[in-house]
């Protein structure tokens, strides 16, 4: 399967370097990406079954959102602002609303009881680090739409808040991963499906597969969506946060149908995590060696929608079970937003 999915990936360097149709060009090198970042969620898995599912989570957060990171950094590269924006938009809203709503729907919906129960820690560790970047995002929003002095001055405001978000990630993340209460279930990953030194290799070619197949999707994008009447930003936010994040929306799922709650939970958490006080910081800052700069201000529904995503998640996850139309209603939360983009 996973030699097949980088066979994928080599056909959609062959349509790009051949002139072949945008279109044809842009839909299989999209179904790569979901493809190669599955291979890297179930390579991820295997190295890090030894760890327990702290580290799992991480590990497969970290080298699960390489896809995105390619994507918003080429797309930076070629000017694209707005697809950068919302790539990383999407990628935050898929793993908040859908992949989590369908982890917890399908996991409480195997329960006798009807709820899916998993530890308190993480959920409302990642409700804090959401909320505060969404607390960054929201008053950037607001000084950019006022005219206040701030407004000239957004990049730096954005620079300066991506490095207190990357400060308070990584003092949460060292003593997530240091906490025994974090990895005293170690026996939940420790299914081993692949051989370790396999699992390496096809982590190492996945990486490099990510970032060339990334750079032939944003090259194919400009005249695909063109030609298929979709916008830049359902793209962003839709398709490429759905493919960029095939690791979460099946590794996720599975888990939870398996009865590994902690463990499904991890995966996303860390994921949403991830992105908001991690990926989106990193990539502020990286922008500031490109002539477009990426920063914290979003459009005002987008700002609203994080702030109720956050308190949604927080709402439902919080208490340390969810019943399975908690999941649905995150489902229906992004099946609403994913709507108002498509007519945007």
């Not at 396999?198 to 990486?207: E, I, M, R, V």
């Not at 500031?288 to 702030?307: E, I, K, Q, R, S």
Request: aromatic share 10%.
């Amino acid at each position: 399967m996973s030699a097949g999915i980088l066979a994928l990936a080599v056909v959609g360097g062959i349509l790009h370097f051949s002139g072949a149709s945008a279109v044809a060009t842009f839909v299989v090198n999209g179904i790569a990406l979901a493809g190669v970042a599955w291979t890297i969620g179930v390579a991820t898995e295997a190295v890090g079954a030894r760890y327990g599912p702290a580290v799992t989570g991480a590990l497969q957060s970290t080298l699960g959102n390489l896809p995105e990171l390619f994507i918003v950094l080429f797309a930076l590269s070629a000017g694209e602002l707005v697809v950068a924006q919302f790539s990383i938009l999407g990628s935050l809203f898929a793993n908040a609303l859908l992949v989590l709503g369908l982890a917890l729907a399908v996991g409480a919906s195997k329960e006798r009881s009807g709820l899916m129960r998993f530890g308190k820690r993480l959920p409302n560790d990642t409700a804090t680090l959401l909320l505060l970047a969404v607390f960054i995002i929201s008053l950037l929003g607001v000084s950019d739409r006022a005219g206040t002095s701030e407004r000239s001055h957004v990049v730096t405001i954005s620079a300066v808040g991506a490095v207190l978000l990357l400060v308070v990630y990584g003092v949460w993340l060292w003593t997530y991963l240091r906490d025994e209460t974090t990895r005293g279930v170690a026996e939940e990953a420790g299914e081993q499906v692949l051989p370790f030194r396999l699992a390496l290799f096809l982590l190492a070619a996945s990486g490099v597969a990510a970032a060339f197949v990334s750079d032939w999707f944003v090259h194919s994008l400009d005249p695909a969506v063109a030609k298929l009447g979709i916008s830049k930003a359902f793209t962003g936010l839709v398709i490429v946060g759905v493919a960029g994040n095939a690791v979460e929306n099946v590794v996720a799922v599975q888990l939870a149908a398996k009865g590994k709650h902690d463990l499904a939970i991890s995966v996303v958490k860390n994921s949403v995590a991830q992105i908001a006080c991690f990926l989106w910081p990193v990539l502020v800052l990286v922008s500031l060696v490109f002539a477009t700069h990426l920063t914290f201000v979003v459009p005002a529904l987008y700002a609203g929608a994080l702030v109720l995503t956050a308190l949604a998640v927080w709402q439902i996850t919080g208490d340390g079970e969810a019943a399975p139309f908690e999941g649905f209603a995150l489902v229906a939360l992004y099946a609403v937003l994913a709507t108002i983009v498509w007519f945007e």
